[in-house]
């Protein structure tokens, strides 16, 4: 996958096109991701002990993995603060890290190097 958790991506199609956020979780099986603050859902909740209330919540949905490209940080990028593809690099070692495409800059996961 392209994309981890923690990653800053920009949503490229949709309703949502041209927005950024940071994913929460990914999902996989389905090739889904849930990205904070976008595509948000009412869920209708029926009253319990935990919301003796009811009534509706506002959460995040998931969205095709497709529809995401994680955000170059590097300054001096053409294409800094915006979605680019990546590609992975081989360091020393046969360690892998994701590189920007027109850069070559390494994709800096939020909290996590490499």
Known sequence: MHVVKNDLVEVITGDEAGKTGKILYVIP????VVVEGINYI????????KN?????IQKEAPIA???VLVVC???NCQRYNK????RTKL???GAKTRV???CGHAIVTAGVEG
């Open 29 to 32: 099986e389905e090739n889904r």
């Open 42 to 49: 009412f869920k209708h909740v029926r009253p319990s002990q």
């Open 52 to 56: 003796p209330q009811g009534g509706r």
């Open 65 to 67: 993995i497709s529809n």
């Open 73 to 75: 940080q590097n300054k």
């Open 83 to 86: 979605g680019v593809r990546t």
């Open 91 to 93: 360091g020393e070692e």
């Open 100 to 102: 920007c495409y027109k």
